[in-house]
Nanobody, 123 residues
Framework: QVQVVESGGGLVQAGGSLTLSCVVSGSVYMVNAMGWYRQVPGRQRELVASTANGGDPYYYADFVKGRFTISRDIGKNALYLRMNSLKPEDTANYSC????????????????WGQGTQVTVSS
C-alpha cells in the first residue's frame, strides 16, 4: 500500500503565510513527479504547482506565481508548498498527487492522492 498524507493547512488572515507538507510512504520503490492541487466545492480541481523527479522543472499556475514556492525532499519522498501573501480566493482544500512505482511485484507506476488539507484565508 502507498499512502500520501498532507498536513499544514489551517485558518490564516489575508496576507499571512502557511507551509503545506506532503509525505509519500508505504510500499514505495520510486516517486517521480509530485504536485499540489486545490479544489473548492462546486468547482473543478486545479493544479497549483508541480515538480519533476529531480526538482526542476517547476510549474506554477499563474494565480500563485510570485507568492507560492514548491520544494521537494527526494530522500524523504516529501513535497512542500510555502504559501505567502495569501488571499481569500486561495481558500480551498489542497491535495498532493504523486506518481509512484510501488515496491510490489507487477504493480506499475500510478498516481496517488492524499485526502487533502483545508486552507481557509479570512479577509
Amino acid at each position: 500500500q502507498v499512502q500520501v498524507v498532507e498536513s499544514g493547512g489551517g485558518l490564516v488572515q489575508a496576507g499571512g503565510s502557511l507551509t503545506l507538507s506532503c509525505v509519500v510512504s508505504g510500499s514505495v520503490y520510486m516517486v517521480n513527479a509530485m504536485g499540489w492541487y486545490r479544489q473548492v466545492p462546486g468547482r473543478q480541481r486545479e493544479l497549483v504547482a508541480s515538480t519533476a523527479n529531480g526538482g526542476d522543472p517547476y510549474y506554477y499556475a499563474d494565480f500563485v506565481k510570485g507568492r507560492f514556492t514548491i520544494s521537494r525532499d527526494i530522500g524523504k519522498n516529501a513535497l512542500y508548498l510555502r504559501m505567502n501573501s495569501l488571499k481569500p480566493e486561495d481558500t480551498a482544500n489542497y491535495s498532493c498527487n504523486a506518481r509512484v512505482k510501488p515496491s510490489i511485484p507487477n504493480v506499475q507506476w500510478s498516481n496517488y492522492w492524499g485526502q487533502g488539507t483545508q486552507v481557509t484565508v479570512s479577509s
